[in-house]
């Protein structure tokens, strides 16, 4: 049971080594890992691990390696991904027909199945790690944490990676201290308003009540759109320490997430992190020994478009109609069961950690002037590196378009993006040029040619 901050730190420092270990290989162990998002899983990810686990044991070689699943690569085109540290050789399109020659060769001989790595598109070489590739180069991951990297079922991998260190550090300063820093990282909205979180999160400390909520929305409902999915996937107990940090900022003892059934595998897994987090101490009362009290509840929504909506949405967690309420009042002010209530979706809360444990000047450090930090993007359609990818705002269409998406298939002219789901609109190769930008004033104030705060997804 973790109930100090002393006991935290120590926890902490034994996963720290355990992974630090694993990824650098001073364990004398191979380590196998294998996507687990959706993309790979439905092309069998979950029994070419399961035939790795087999072939480990018939070849005897079960004590040279072990095997894991983490979350979404990002690359999903390039899918199912298979990872094997310390050597970080990174192979993809990998079949269950695969494993035999990847273990005989790589595990057991020490040499790599060329055949298997990504081939770069420009030059024909052979490329046989993650960060040589263009598809992440220019990438940056702060919502994406850990995504790839740990085991999103497993707490102490993520504490091994740096979970709870922001709550840890949001304890230690009064809540209106915890809000300014989410002021002074400039953090926006990432559903697609762009509101600026920490205006919500005033908002709602002002409010005087004895209950107050924090709601995640996860309704993720545009065609297309995969980024809070993933996220939930590859690291769930981001966005609830986000949600927590959240919690305490405004004075609030439990949190909602809401999130689409359509989401099997996402659900699974926030709920096991919703477990194993209560099973150390860390949910539930006192946290790490200070007056703190809080505790997540999760809520399925039956697809309905318009619980995305964010009163429709606390609609729907308290068993009525989803239908968006008027405003004002608004939900700071007057939201779950009339009580004071932030809501934010998936991937802002999953940037709050991150802020409170780096701190927000470096947060900020990064984006455009009025549009702080990262975003994460759904590319899809006719675009040759189809995937997830986060890059820090400001990047242009045209970059996210060629250099990370690879361009457009059969090397055809680019006619037009669509953005944003329904509620998005067509952009033309005269946007291309434009840097993504997270507000509609930012947009507006550009002369001709401006990218709407709509284009979340692409």
Not at 272 to 279: L, P
Not at 316 to 327: A, L
Request: hydrophobic letters at 35%.
């Amino acid at each position: 049971m973790i109930n100090s901050v002393e006991k935290l730190n120590e926890r902490i420092a034994t996963c720290t080594a355990c992974l630090q270990d694993k990824l650098a290989g001073t364990d004398d162990k191979r380590h196998i890992v294998l996507c687990g998002g959706t993309g790979c899983l439905s092309n069998n990810s979950a029994e070419i691990r399961q035939r790795f686990i087999e072939v480990l044991k018939e070849k005897g070689v079960s004590d040279r390696a072990t095997v894991n699943q983490v979350g979404c690569f990002g690359f999903c085109s390039q899918g199912p991904f298979v990872k094997i540290y310390p050597e970080d050789t990174l192979y993809r399109l990998v079949q269950i027909e695969d494993v035999e020659e990847i273990v005989e060769s790589d595990i057991i001989n020490n040499t790599v199945v060329e055949r298997l790595l990504y081939e770069d598109p420009a030059t024909g070489e052979k490329v046989s790690k993650q960060d040589d590739i263009n598809f992440y180069k220019k990438q940056r991951r702060v919502a994406l944490h850990g995504c790839g990297v740990i085991n999103p079922e497993n707490i102490d991998e993520a504490l091994g990676y740096g979970a709870f260190q922001g709550l840890k550090r949001a304890l230690s300063m009064s809540r209106q201290e915890v809000i300014d820093e989410v002021l002074a990282s400039g953090l926006r909205g990432r559903g697609g308003a762009g509101f600026p979180s920490g205006r919500k999160w005033q908002f709602a400390y002002n409010s005087q009540s004895d209950e107050k909520y924090v709601v995640c929305n996860g309704d993720e409902g545009d065609p297309g759109a995969f980024m809070d999915r993933s996220i939930l996937e590859g690291n769930p107990l981001a966005v609830i320490e986000g949600m927590m940090i959240a919690g305490y900022a405004i004075g609030a003892q439990n949190g909602y997430f809401y999130v689409r059934a359509e989401y099997p595998i996402a659900v699974n897994r926030l709920r096991i992190a919703i477990r194993q987090a209560k099973e150390l101490g860390l949910l539930g009362k006192n946290i790490l020994g200070t007056d703190f009290s809080f505790d997540c509840h999760l809520r399925l929504g039956a697809g309905a478009f318009v619980c995305g909506e964010e009163t429709a949405l606390l609609n729907s967690i308290e068993g009525k109609r989803g239908m968006p309420r008027p405003r004002p009042p608004f939900p700071a002010v007057k939201g779950l069961w009339g009580q004071p209530t932030i809501i934010n979706n998936v991937e802002t809360l999953a940037c709050v950690p991150y802020i409170l444990r780096e701190g927000a000047q470096n947060f900020a450090s990064v984006g455009t002037e009025r549009s702080k930090g990262t975003k994460v993007f759904a590319l899809g359609g006719k675009v040759n590196n189809v995937g997830l990818v986060e890059v820090p705002m400001g990047t242009t269409l045209r970059e996210l378009i060629y250099d990370i998406g690879g361009g457009i298939p059969n090397g055809k002219k680019f006619k037009a993006i669509q953005t944003g789901g329904p509620s998005g609109g067509c952009l033309t190769e005269d946007f291309l040029d434009e840097p993504i930008s997270a507000t509609r004033a930012a947009a507006s104030a550009r002369p001709a040619g401006s990218v709407p705060s709509a284009c979340w997804r692409f």
